[in-house]
Every structure is written in C-alpha cells, then in structure tokens.
C-alpha cells in the first residue's frame, strides 16, 4: 500500500515537472507555441493532481486551528500566480514545495529510525521452561523467578541472571558498543541484547514493566514531549507568522491604490514573492530536525536522552558534578585489611560485620559478606537491626549490641571518642557494646576509563567536582587520580542536594552525574540529570534526563561535544534561514527578486538547512563512535 503511494506520487511528480519544463520552454523559446487554452489546461491539470493533497490539508488545518499554516501560504501564492498567468511559476513553486517535503520526510525518517530501532526488536513471545517443559507467554505475564529460554539470534526480553556457565551477548541496541559482550555465570543480562552464541537460559530477576528494554522504550517516547528552547520558540512564533505573513502580503498588493501609475500586476507580483518567499518550512522543519537527529547520533554511543531540551543543555554545560562509588569508581568493593583493636581477631571482626551487614544492598556491605564467605565463617542472625542511611547499622547480637558503619557512627553507638583511621580507604569501623572491636578497610578503584573522560570534560571547559559520602582522605585520593577539579566529601544524602545546588550558583548551567537511590533528588535538581542506566537504581533512572545505558564514563564527554555540534547545527539553519529569506524579502518588496528566487529563498533554503540538519546524523558513524571503539 505504502509503495502503491509512493509510486503514484512519483508519477504526478514527474507529470508536473514535464508540464512545467513545457510551459517554461512555450514562454521562452521561439520552438514552442502553444495555444492559451492549451497551456492554461496542462496547468490546471498539473496543478490539480500535485496540490490537490496540499489544498485539503491547508483547508483541514484551518478548520481546526482557525490559523493559516505554510500550505495555506502556497496554496494563495500560486493561486495568485496563476491569476496572473504565470502558469510555469505557479507549478514551480509546487513542485519544489513537495521536493522540498519529500526531503523533509526522509531526513525525519532517518533521524527517527536512530532512535527507534529497538522498537521493531520488541519481543511478542517468551520461552519459559518449568519442569523441562517449555511453553511460550507473553513477556509481560513472565514472572520474577522464572527462568527463561533466548535462543540463537534472539532478544533477550525480560532481565535475567545468566544460568549457563558462559554467554555472548550483541548489546549494541542498549550500549552502543560494536562488539559481542561476554557474560559468565551470575551475571545480570539486560533486556534488549541479542543473543549471539548457543542457547542460554536465564532466571528472570525484573519484571516486564521494569526491564531495560521497557524503560528504554518509554524514554524514547517520552523525548517527543520535551522540546529545546529554541523549537518551542519556533512553535510558537510559527502560531502569528503566518497571518502576519498574509497582512504583509496583503498590503504590498494594495499599493497601487496609494502610488500613482503604479501597476497592479507589478505589485501582485511583489506580494506573491513576498508570500513564497515568507514560508516558514525552513525554521520550523530544519531546527527540530537538527535535535532530533543529535538525539539519534547520541543514542549511537549507548547514551539515551529523554527529550531534545536536553540536548541543548548538554551543549550549554559548564560544570559537572560526580558521585563516587558506582559512578566514578567501579562500586566493586573489596576488604583490603582488617586492622584489630585489642583482644578481638580479624575473624570476630568480619563476622561481627558481616552478621550486620547481610541486611544492607550497600556495595560496601556485599564485600563485607564475600570476604567472610571466602574465609567460611559462620554469619550469624542478628536482633532488632536498625539502619541509619549514610552513617551505618547497629543491632543486637547475643545480648552484646553491635554495630558497623562510619566512625562517627561508631562514636555515637559507643558513646566516646575513638581513635580514627587517617588511611586513604574507606574504614568500616565495628563496635561492640562500648568497644572498638576493630576497623575493616574496603578499597574500590576508578574506572579503568576515567581518568580519560575527566581529561576530555577538562578540554571541553566542563568544570568537575566530586561529591561523596566517603571520608576525605579517601574521596580526595580519587579527585587526585582522576583530575577532578573540586572534591566535598563526607556529605550525608541530605547534603548533598544542598552541596550541589551551591557548586550549581558558582557554576551557572549545571549537571550531576549518579546511580544510587540517594543520587535522585540531586538528579532532579539538576539542569541536566545524568543516570548510570546499567547498574544505576530505577529512582535515579527515573528521576534523571539522560542515561548511559552503561557504566562507561567515556561517554559522556562524547555526548556533550555531539551535542554541542547539534546545537551549533540548529544555530546554523536558524540564522542562515532567517537571513537569506530576510534579503529576498526585502529583494521582492522593492521588486528585484521574482518567483523563481522566491523558491529558491523557500525550497532551496529548506533543503539546504535539512541537508545540514542531517550532518548530525555522521558524527558518531565517522568520528564519536571509531575514537570509542579505539579506546576499548
């Protein structure tokens, strides 16, 4: 049906160029002469079959909007035109108009399809196997616990923990990484990937509204709904133009009634011009476009952003602040030493620990359980456990209250003033009863990718800062490493909010980049909300403008410089646009521009800005996207 269309298009199309050419070369050439009635008829035909669509989607809109639109412009132009017996103009002007949309539509389409390519790799079907049986559900009736069937050259549908011992999986359409990904037994795969090697099987740990591939989805619909500064300007301006356009118009045509011996034909002609000329595809069309399509070149890197405000925030950033652990380190843990504090062992101490730590999901608690685990102590249950968000846990082990956590948490559970570990780690200190029973240091690097993304963000201009929870000594250590510019620490959740939104009023445009449940308010506040989708929690993927869809802080530097080519873009088309039509405009008023410079300063423009618009979409293909994969 869609070819049917397409192809009939293209036979009007080719109709009306011949005719016009016909009429062109009868006006100007001594070779052809055609009979008035003749050429008025191959108009009149020509015109019928290739504005007919335009005519009724011009009367449609002012129906429902009460407002004249640019179709409405070229319908009265060529009309007029034709009125004048400019047969050859009046077809011209219509037919660039619809060459004109027709490269709309393509670039449009273009710069949707690098967005919305998962959709077509939507699964319909899930393979469940229960009892060695496999039956085929709906991935929104899987349930968490079930374990699931991808077979080769599938998508993964719902997120799941790798039950083989070894998988390879495509996780282009979520990360924007070229090559196969490895996967070992225990591992957390994402919704979206493309199984690439032999079957595999998985126990699904989301559900299908919370997926990956789910919540890419809605993000991707959601963007539509979050326009740039300077779209929205152009929306609304687009709102009075026309009709000021068509008053304009309207005047230069009743000139004649105010000069003397000046000839109406001549001015119908300036009004017409004026008309053409005054269509605002160009501003309204090209500028979105550039967004979108940054939008599409961004979503190459892996990194997904839910509107094309944000674009242009991106490009406009001038400071940006980190969380550490997760974020900017791997939020991998390890205990490195476990230093003793009178008569207690370094296994009372773990196991102490341990026991508390077994009903936390912090990073800092899964190392405390793994080294006691590699060390095959006993992990035993503790009563009335009692958390404090960013201080500690504390509860109640055989008679003897217990507890493990920061130092001064542990000031506070002993009720005096303890000797404080000055090392650069980060120092679980475990108390018992009113006793230190010892200090357990964790250590937690930087990306092996980090110290690189902080060089580019400095080359950018963009100015860091670190802000973390972590003693200073240790937080400062990884500001040093990496070259972050700024570094506040020992900041509870609370603090936080208000540590940025100062380093914000120092800073002018501001963004914060997080993945904890404790990172979305500040995620919220921020003028751009950077999520660390991969492993990032669900309240900070929400709560936040932009997601890298992995943990690769790379990627971010990429995706500003892309966005600032986006906007820089968007700057071009306006500018260029508004200034060619501007001299054109003012050419036609004083009679020294005619029709076919008129579709010049309309079409052509509109072509020409969507063509830029378009360079968008190459900048990861040729440049981001090759100095990402020479990097890994």
């Given at each position: 049906m869609v070819a049917t269309r397409i192809n009939k298009e293209r036979i009007i199309l080719s109709y009306a160029i011949l005719t016009m050419l016909i009429l062109v070369l009868a006006e100007h050439s001594s070779l052809l002469s055609l009979p008035p009635a003749l050429a008025v008829a191959l108009c009149v035909i020509a015109y019928v079959l290739i504005a007919g669509r335009i005519f009724l989607a011009a009367v449609r809109s002012l129906i429902k909007t009460k407002r004249l639109n640019e179709q409405s412009l070229m319908i009265i132009a060529t009309l007029g035109a034709f009125a004048?017996?400019?047969?050859?103009?009046?077809?011209?002007?219509?037919?660039?108009?619809?060459?004109?949309?027709?490269?709309?539509?393509?670039?449009?389409?273009?710069?949707?399809?690098?967005?919305?390519?998962?959709?077509?790799?939507?699964?319909?079907?899930?393979?469940?196997?229960?009892?060695?049986?496999?039956?085929t559900l709906k991935p929104r009736k899987v349930k968490i616990g079930q374990v699931i069937r991808v077979l080769k050259g599938e998508m993964v549908a719902l997120d799941g923990i790798l039950l083989n011992d070894t998988a390879a999986l495509d996780t282009s359409a979520l990360t924007g990484e070229s090559e196969p990904r490895a996967y070992v037994k225990g591992d957390e795969v994402s919704?979206?990937?493309?199984?690439?090697?032999?079957?595999?099987?998985?126990?699904?740990?989301?559900?299908?509204?919370?997926?990956?591939?789910?919540?890419?989805?809605?993000?991707?619909?959601?963007?539509?709904?979050?326009?740039?500064?300077?779209?929205?300007?152009?929306?609304?301006?687009?709102?009075?133009?026309?009709?000021?356009?068509?008053?304009?118009?309207?005047?230069?045509?009743?000139?004649?009634?105010?000069?003397?011996?000046?000839?109406?034909?001549?001015?119908?002609?300036?009004?017409?011009?004026?008309?053409?000329?005054?269509?605002?595809?160009?501003?309204?069309?090209?500028?979105?476009?550039?967004?979108?399509?940054?939008?599409g070149a961004v979503s190459k890197l892996g990194v997904m952003v839910k509107g094309t405000v944000f674009i242009e925030n991106l490009a406009r950033l001038k400071a940006l602040a980190f969380d550490k652990t997760g974020t900017v380190t791997s939020g991998n843990f390890s205990v490195d030493n476990v230093i003793a504090a009178g008569p207690f062992s370094q296994e009372e101490i773990l196991q102490t620990a341990a026991s508390l730590e077994k009903m936390s999901s912090h990073p800092l608690a899964r190392a405390i359980i793994t080294e006691a685990h590699k060390r095959g102590l006993e992990i035993a249950a503790v009563t009335s456990p009692s958390e404090k968000e960013g201080f500690g846990i504390s509860g109640v082990l055989e008679g003897k209250k217990i507890s493990a956590g920061k130092y001064k948490f542990a000031c506070v559970q002993t009720g005096k003033e303890l000797l404080r570990n000055e090392a650069a780690g980060t120092e679980i200190y475990v108390t018992k009863g009113s006793e230190l029973m010892g200090i357990i240091s964790l250590t937690d690097e930087p990306k092996r990718?980090?110290?690189?993304?902080?060089?580019?963000?400095?080359?950018?201009?963009?100015?860091?800062?670190?802000?973390?929870?972590?003693?200073?000594?240790?937080?400062?250590?990884?500001?040093?490493?990496?070259?972050?510019?700024?570094?506040?620490?020992?900041?509870?959740?609370?603090?936080?909010?208000?540590?940025?939104?100062?380093?914000?009023?120092?800073?002018?445009?501001?963004?914060?980049?997080?993945?904890?449940?404790?990172?979305?308010?500040?995620?919220?506040?921020?003028?751009?909300?950077?999520?660390?989708?991969?492993?990032?929690?669900?309240?900070?993927?929400?709560?936040?403008?932009?997601?890298?869809?992995?943990?690769?802080?790379?990627?971010?530097?990429?995706?500003?410089?892309?966005?600032?080519?986006?906007?820089?873009?968007?700057?071009?088309?306006?500018?260029?646009?508004?200034?060619?039509?501007?001299?054109?405009?003012?050419?036609?008023?004083?009679?020294?521009?005619?029709?076919?410079?008129?579709?010049?300063?309309?079409?052509?423009?509109?072509?020409?800005?969507?063509?830029?618009?378009?360079?968008?979409?190459?900048?990861v293909k040729v440049k981001e996207y090759t100095a990402l994969k020479d990097r890994a």
């Open positions: 004048l017996g400019d047969y050859a103009e009046t077809l011209a002007v219509m037919i660039f108009y619809v060459i004109g949309s027709m490269f709309e539509e393509y670039a449009q389409g273009r710069s949707r399809n690098e967005i919305t390519s998962l959709i077509k790799l939507k699964p319909q079907s899930v393979r469940v196997i229960e009892n060695g049986i496999e039956t919704s979206g990937c493309i199984n690439c090697g032999s079957v595999i099987e998985l126990r699904v740990n989301c559900d299908y509204k919370n997926s990956s591939v789910t919540r890419l989805l809605n993000l991707i619909e959601d963007a539509a709904a979050n326009k740039s500064r300077p779209e929205a300007l152009i929306r609304r301006f687009a709102l009075w133009y026309t009709p000021c356009v068509v008053t304009g118009a309207v005047l230069l045509a009743l000139i004649p009634l105010f000069i003397r011996d000046a000839l109406w034909s001549d001015w119908l002609t300036r009004a017409l011009v004026f008309l053409v000329v005054s269509c605002p595809c160009a501003l309204v069309l090209s500028v979105p476009l550039s967004f979108f399509g940054g939008m990718e980090a110290a690189a993304a902080f060089a580019e963000l400095s080359r950018l201009g963009i100015k860091t800062c670190l802000i973390s929870g972590d003693k200073r000594s240790a937080a400062e250590a990884v500001a040093r490493k990496l070259g972050i510019a700024q570094c506040l620490s020992e900041q509870l959740p609370e603090d936080k909010l208000e540590s940025f939104k100062q380093f914000k009023r120092e800073n002018g445009m501001c963004g914060f980049v997080g993945d904890g449940i404790n990172d979305a308010p500040v995620l919220a506040c921020a003028d751009v909300g950077i999520a660390m989708g991969q492993f990032g929690s669900q309240a900070a993927v929400e709560a936040s403008d932009v997601v890298v869809m992995t943990d690769d802080l790379s990627k971010i530097p990429r995706a500003v410089a892309l966005s600032r080519r986006t906007y820089n873009l968007a700057m071009q088309n306006l500018y260029f646009s508004v200034l060619v039509k501007l001299a054109i405009l003012i050419l036609g008023a004083l009679g020294f521009a005619n029709i076919w410079l008129a579709i010049f300063g309309d079409v052509g423009v509109l072509i020409l800005a969507v063509l830029n618009a378009m360079r968008s979409l190459s900048f």
